[in-house]
């Protein structure tokens, strides 16, 4: 992260505490303060203001995360231009592949999937919308990576580091910084079981005028339906094509950056 200032701990806590209740599922106030290695006085005052302020609610038993924050999220959807752009082309290319197509932007230094488009032979993921993840572990993430400036390409790498999430991820720079150089002169990147044991990914950089990442459209396929001829060629093809109508939807339909702002 970059330099922290003027952070208010008290609004840490109760962020701390939102995160921890959508991770555990719901949970007390012991469970909560001893997975947050605070007092039970102080987390049982943080939910009792979250819940008169209806962002979480309680069962009699466990506190969860309410539905307000629906609200939120629809609000934030529908004022990403990049989604109105890329919504029938990420369908499309869904049906075209029958697997799972992921439509990706970076914040704050993390992959954020934004959309997704399941095909007739879609397996099931752990991926769903709002979900983040660390850019170098996945293809949609390498694809953007690939197409960052160096500037903020060392900054993401610097604060987030290359945390493995199988035995494939790549976790040394310079193996990366070789991938990525690949990324740029093919225009597509692999995710070869690097996020998922047994699931492979491809995917394509969405780029504005000055060839920096939007974005990035993916598929995900089980390892078995993804041998050389189909992952090598076949869905390559199918993702450069995809983004190159997206790009061309934000060029000529919509005329708005895709997000005010970057924070690493």
Same mark, same amino acid.
């Given at each position: 992260?970059?330099?922290?200032?003027?952070?208010?701990?008290?609004?840490?806590?109760?962020?701390?505490?939102?995160?921890?209740?959508?991770?555990?599922?719901?949970?007390?106030?012991?469970?909560?303060?001893?997975?947050?290695?605070?007092?039970?006085?102080?987390?049982?005052?943080?939910?009792?203001?979250?819940?008169?302020?209806?962002?979480?609610?309680?069962?009699?038993?466990?506190?969860?995360?309410?539905?307000?924050?629906?609200?939120?999220?629809?609000?934030?959807?529908?004022?990403?231009?990049?989604?109105?752009?890329?919504? $029938? *082309? %990420?369908?499309?290319?869904? !049906?075209?592949? #029958? @697997?799972?197509?992921?439509?990706?932007?970076? /914040?704050?230094?993390?992959?954020?999937?934004?959309?997704?488009?399941?095909?007739?032979?879609?397996?099931?993921?752990?991926?769903?919308?709002?979900?983040?993840?660390?850019?170098?572990?996945?293809?949609?993430?390498?694809?953007?990576?690939?197409?960052?400036?160096?500037?903020?390409?060392?900054?993401?790498?610097?604060?987030?580091?290359?945390?493995?999430?199988?035995?494939?991820?790549?976790?040394?720079? $310079? *193996? %990366?910084?070789?991938?990525? !150089?690949?990324? #740029? @002169?093919?225009?597509?990147?692999?995710?070869? /079981?690097?996020?998922?044991?047994?699931?492979?990914?491809?995917?394509?950089?969405?780029?504005?005028?000055?060839?920096?990442?939007?974005?990035?459209?993916?598929?995900?396929?089980?390892?078995?339906?993804?041998?050389?001829?189909?992952?090598?060629?076949?869905?390559?093809?199918?993702?450069?094509?995809?983004?190159?109508?997206?790009?061309?939807?934000?060029?000529?339909?919509?005329?708005?950056?895709?997000?005010?702002?970057?924070?690493?």
């Amino acid at each position: 992260m970059g330099e922290q200032k003027n952070i208010v701990q008290a609004s840490t806590t109760t962020l701390q505490i939102v995160v921890a209740l959508k991770h555990l599922e719901g949970a007390g106030v012991t469970k909560l303060a001893a997975h947050l290695g605070l007092p039970k006085s102080t987390v049982h005052n943080h939910l009792q203001t979250l819940l008169q302020s209806e962002f979480i609610v309680f069962d009699g038993e466990k506190y969860r995360v309410g539905l307000r924050f629906l609200d939120f999220g629809e609000f934030v959807r529908e004022r990403i231009p990049l989604l109105e752009a890329a919504a $029938d *082309e %990420l369908d499309k290319l869904a !049906e075209e592949t #029958r @697997e799972l197509a992921h439509l990706m932007i970076e /914040e704050h230094g993390r992959g954020v999937y934004v959309s997704q488009a399941k095909g007739t032979d879609a397996v099931n993921t752990s991926i769903h919308v709002g979900k983040r993840v660390h850019l170098h572990q996945t293809s949609a993430g390498k694809a953007i990576l690939a197409h960052t400036p160096d500037g903020e390409l060392d900054e993401i790498l610097n604060s987030h580091g290359l945390e493995s999430k199988t035995r494939e991820t790549i976790t040394d720079r $310079d *193996e %990366l910084e070789e991938e990525l !150089e690949a990324v #740029r @002169e093919h225009g597509y990147s692999y995710d070869d /079981e690097e996020w998922h044991r047994g699931l492979r990914g491809v995917a394509a950089p969405i780029r504005d005028m000055d060839n920096n990442a939007i974005g990035a459209v993916s598929v995900a396929a089980p390892l078995g339906r993804t041998r050389e001829d189909r992952y090598r060629t076949d869905l390559p093809e199918a993702v450069l094509s995809t983004a190159n109508v997206i790009e061309l939807n934000m060029e000529y339909e919509v005329r708005s950056p895709p997000f005010p702002g970057k924070n690493y």
